[in-house]
């Protein structure tokens, strides 16, 4: 079992960035594959990032493909997630999560056991 704990989140203007960190306790982090998804008032809840258990493989969703980079410190128990050139399209309850059920990435929600309890992205001037 794990316990992820976000933070990182605020407000940003149109253009800036933010850094999200999501720090996890419990035993055996190496062997979750992690993601990041968001949730827009009034909307679901979407796939935003994803990265394997070395770290060396990752996927994005296309709206933030190239703004957006995911990374983790298996020594820290932590996986950022970097977001740059940030749009008002970017507002919404960041929320980190992981499964041990994989061996690979997944953008798939339902694969995910365990979810942090989000921190909110407001991007506005």
């Known amino acids: 079992q794990v316990q992820l704990v976000e933070s990182g989140g605020g407000l940003v203007q149109p253009g800036g960035s933010l850094r999200l960190s999501c720090a996890a306790s419990?035993?055996?982090?190496?062997?979750?594959?992690l993601g990041w998804f968001r949730q827009a008032p009034g909307k679901e809840r979407e796939f935003v990032a994803t990265?394997?258990?070395?770290?060396?493989?990752?996927a994005y969703a296309d709206s933030v493909k190239g703004r957006f980079t995911i990374s983790r410190d298996n020594a820290k128990n932590t996986v950022v997630l970097q977001m740059n050139s940030l749009k008002p399209e970017d507002t919404a309850v960041y929320y980190c999560?992981?499964?041990?059920?994989?061996?690979?990435?997944?953008?798939?929600?339902?694969?995910?056991?365990?979810w942090g309890q989000g921190t909110q992205v407001t991007v506005s001037s």
């Open positions: 419990g035993r055996r982090f190496s062997m979750f594959v």
């Open positions: 990265i394997s258990r070395s770290g060396s493989n990752s």
């Open positions: 999560a992981a499964t041990s059920k994989l061996l690979s990435v997944t953008m798939s929600r339902g694969d995910y056991d365990y």
